[in-house]
């Protein structure tokens, strides 16, 4: 680790359901990296040498309470990764209300909410990288997924959004595209299931959890500085790059 404000090693990173999955992923990279890492999840519970902080994230005040906790060990967010999602498929006649609130609320809602909190110390500072978790899903459309495909979409328009209100001040603010990746929801699948998917993607095979989170700890690197506004597919060439 650095003392130096300006090297990516001194920075503090926060990433929002690092607790599993992808997000853990992205934590551990990032620690790997030498940054200072702090997550949040909602049982409070993280991966060893990271700051784990209790919040969910379509509870503001929790999202705040839980931003003062990092400040006040790590210093002020300056990259922040918003991972968060969740997925509540069926088709759209089937759909409820609160099916469609709920992934909008917890994909985009949370997005808005972290990356908004995070971005009072980004100005302040005049650095930030904001890095929004999307999917393939949301550029490719899925039957049976109007309400994940919209809200992952719609990180799209916002980071591109933000790039314009932020990006004179330093900040920049991208989109990951996940395709198909390795982990509990994916191994969950029949293998009949996995095969055919597999079978649609150029590199024929999922992605793993660490192709993701290597492509994250670029982004916020020194080398992505001039990145801002784009999407970048970690897909195995299933979106043929949006
Ligand atoms: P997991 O289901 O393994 O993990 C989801 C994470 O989000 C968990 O940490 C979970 O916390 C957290 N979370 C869900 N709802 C909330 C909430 N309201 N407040 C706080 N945390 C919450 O998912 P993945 O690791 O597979 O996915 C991570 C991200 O990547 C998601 O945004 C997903 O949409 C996206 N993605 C995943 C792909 C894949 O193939 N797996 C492909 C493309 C995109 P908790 O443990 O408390 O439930």
Not at 39 to 49: F, K, M, N, Q, Y
Not at 153 to 159: E, I, K, Q, T, Y
């Amino acid at each position: 680790m650095t003392d130096d404000p300006q090297a990516p090693a001194g920075r503090v990173v926060l990433v929002t359901g690092g607790n599993r999955g992808i997000g853990r992923a992205i934590a551990v990279a990032f620690g790997a990296a030498g940054y200072r890492v702090a997550i949040t999840s909602r049982d409070g519970s993280g991966p060893a040498g990271v700051l784990a902080v209790q919040a969910d994230v379509t509870d503001a005040v929790a999202l705040d309470a839980a931003f003062r906790v990092v400040e006040a060990e790590l210093g002020p967010v300056e990259v922040v990764v918003a991972n968060a999602g969740i997925t509540r498929d069926t088709l759209l006649l089937r759909m409820s209300e609160d099916d469609f609130d709920d992934v909008v609320a917890t994909n985009l809602g949370g997005a808005f909410r972290v990356v908004k909190r995070a971005s009072k110390g980004m100005l302040r500072a005049r650095f930030g990288r904001v890095i929004l978790i999307s999917s393939v899903v949301g550029m490719l459309g899925s039957a049976g997924q109007v309400n994940y495909a919209a809200s992952k979409s719609a990180l799209v328009g916002f980071a591109r959004s933000l790039t314009r209100e932020l990006g004179a001040r330093g900040i920049t603010a991208n989109v990951i595209a996940p395709g198909f990746i390795e982990t509990d929801m994916t191994a969950a699948l029949p293998e009949a299931t996995q095969t055919e998917y597999k079978g649609r993607i150029p590199a024929r095979r999922f992605g793993t959890v660490d192709e993701v989170a290597r492509t994250a700890v670029w982004l916020a690197s020194d080398d992505a500085a001039y990145i801002s506004g784009a999407v970048i597919p970690v897909d195995g060439g299933l979106g043929m790059g949006h």
